[in-house]
């Protein structure tokens, strides 16, 4: 049985593992310059100090990232360019409606949701990437992937923690009740 994707070209072509890794790394590099290039916005967006803080830390570290990702693809011999990742796309894609849409605390709460959502899968790609990097015997990058993995992880501890109290708030907002009254209406 043969499975054919009309909506991935590409896999009809029979690429290898090598080239199914390299766009995986090119997709990670598009996704950190993307939050690179978001993440300033959604601290202005932020009404939380908490959180705009944090979001602060965080640009620093998608910066930090970056540049290892740099390394990364110096170590392997790969020209670094950017791939855009579908999945991602589309949880970029509602920063903008987000912030036009959504008021009060509750836009607090969308921004925790987005980054949360991007975090969350950067987490599984970086550990995914270390364990091909290892098997390709490729320490020294692996080790880069790791560190930025650890950082990864920590934001997202953090973010969820944030999540907790900013979500609480969220709920007895004055806008959040209005709406449960209006549905209560109908």
Known sequence: MQIVSYNYPELQQGTDFHQFFNDELRKTLWCELMLKEMTPFLIKQAMSEDLSKALSMFFLHVENEIDQLEEVFSLLELRMEEK??????????????????????????????????????????????SMYLRRMKKTGAAVLIDDILSEKKKFESNFYNQSIYINYAAMFAADYKEELLAEEDY
Request: hydrophobic residues 40%; glycine residues 4%; contains cysteine.
């Open 84 to 129: 855009e990742c579908e999945i991602t796309k589309g949880v970029f894609d509602t920063v903008c409606l987000t912030s036009c849409t959504i008021r009060g605390k509750v836009r607090d709460a969308a921004i925790l949701s987005i980054i949360q959502k991007v975090l969350s899968f950067q987490v599984v790609t970086y550990k995914t990437l």
